[in-house]
């Protein structure tokens, strides 16, 4: 009975129906080449088929790391997320680390890293009017760490905060 069911084109493994995955997941949102590399072997497409249709995509310009990276970074200082959170990110994402020296050599100019930590440590103050300063000034402080900002800069506007 099984013979008689009607087959596609593609095998549930073909060049068509991985490609066809990895449009699907470029949809959503840009990915790296190891990112996708990853989610094709996930899926189940063997490492061959999977880098296959990386290179595809590659020579189609569907993906490049450094547009990934710039676009990556970008997103990231918005939230705002500090430039040692977000070089871990993209680091865990595979990129090549000239590609990511390149993007933040780009990214920090015009990055007041201490200006955006001062605005997210007010912001944070302000939720914790009536916890004891000491105790506000270590939650305040382990939150920016978190978010990767730089430990120094953290520190200078921490102990220097005025709660008046």
Request: glycine share 6%; proline share 2%.
């Amino acid at each position: 009975m099984k013979r008689n069911r009607v087959r596609s084109s593609a095998s549930p493994k073909s060049p068509e129906k991985a490609r066809e995955y990895a449009f699907l997941l470029l949809k959503f949102r840009l990915r790296s080449e190891k990112e996708l590399l990853q989610r094709l072997k996930q899926k189940g497409f063997s490492e061959e088929l999977s880098q296959e249709t990386v290179n595809f995509l590659k020579d189609k310009e569907f993906i490049d790391d450094r547009v990934f990276a710039k676009g990556w970074v970008s997103s990231r200082l918005k939230r705002p997320f500090g430039l040692r959170r977000i070089k871990q990110e993209l680091v865990q994402k595979g990129l090549e680390k000239e590609v990511i020296e390149e993007t933040f050599a780009r990214a920090k100019e015009g990055y007041d890293e201490g200006g955006i930590v001062r605005q997210l440590a007010e912001q944070r103050f302000s939720r914790l009017k009536g916890v004891e300063t000491l105790k506000a000034r270590q939650r305040v402080y382990a939150y920016l760490m978190r978010r990767g900002f730089s430990p120094d800069v953290i520190g200078e506007v921490v102990n220097n905060y005025d709660s008046r």
